[in-house]
């Protein structure tokens, strides 16, 4: 199966009228425990917005419960990040290409993760192709948006130097679950904030 799983304001409601144009035939399914919503047909799904670290695993292992996600299956994470560089500026695609677990070394591991190889020359491919300018940079996990490393103001985070390039909360969860249940996984993220 094919996973489009998003991050972000779980009370975005615009993923239906991205099912319709995407999808044929597909079934909206409620995941148990979270309630994020699901659109599936036999192919792909698109997994509506998850906000925070929790609310990813607890979706993602609900998935996985039900069947929806497997071994060996393809996600790609979506969603915004933060630039605390000015090599990252509002509205650029980026991709991370080395996220670092920040506080979150206490909850998954201290190991620094790596999109999938395959879907990132793919996704590479693909942008290339529709000319879509991107950057692949060197990514920090945040504990909020509010994160009390970061100063709003100088657009800094003490927690790391300077060669992370941006932060967001979601992606490291993401994809260190999917490393701990063999899926393949890549993120595709918009700057949606910069210095």
């Not at 607890?58 to 929806?68: A, E, F, Q, R, Y």
């Not at 529709?130 to 003490?158: L, M, S």
């Not at 999917?178 to 918009?190: A, D, E, R, S, W």
Request: hydrophobic share 35%; net charge positive; charged share 25%.
């Amino acid at each position: 199966m094919k996973t489009i799983f998003n991050f972000g304001n779980v009370h975005k409601d615009y993923f239906k009228q991205i099912s319709n144009k995407l999808l044929k035939n597909y079934k909206e399914i409620k995941i148990p425990i979270t309630n994020i919503i699901n659109f599936k047909d036999k192919d792909i799904q698109i997994v509506s917005p998850c906000y925070g670290p929790p609310l990813v695993i607890d979706t993602l292992s609900m998935m996985k419960n039900i069947g929806l996600v497997k071994e060996k299956d393809h996600i790609i994470f979506l969603g915004s990040m933060g630039s605390v560089s000015k090599k990252i500026r509002l509205n650029n695609f980026v991709i991370p290409r080395l996220i670092l677990p920040g506080y979150l070394d206490k909850i998954f591991s201290k190991k620094n993760l790596k999109p999938n190889k395959f879907l990132l020359n793919k996704i590479k491919e693909i942008l290339n192709k529709e000319n879509i300018k991107f950057i692949e940079y060197k990514h920090g996990t945040a504990c909020g948006v509010f994160d009390p490393h970061t100063d709003h103001i100088k657009y800094k985070n003490d927690f790391y130097d300077e060669t992370i390039l941006g932060l967001d909360c979601e992606i490291y969860s993401g994809f260190a679950w999917c490393y701990n249940n063999n899926v393949k996984c890549i993120g595709l993220l918009v700057c949606a904030d910069d210095p």
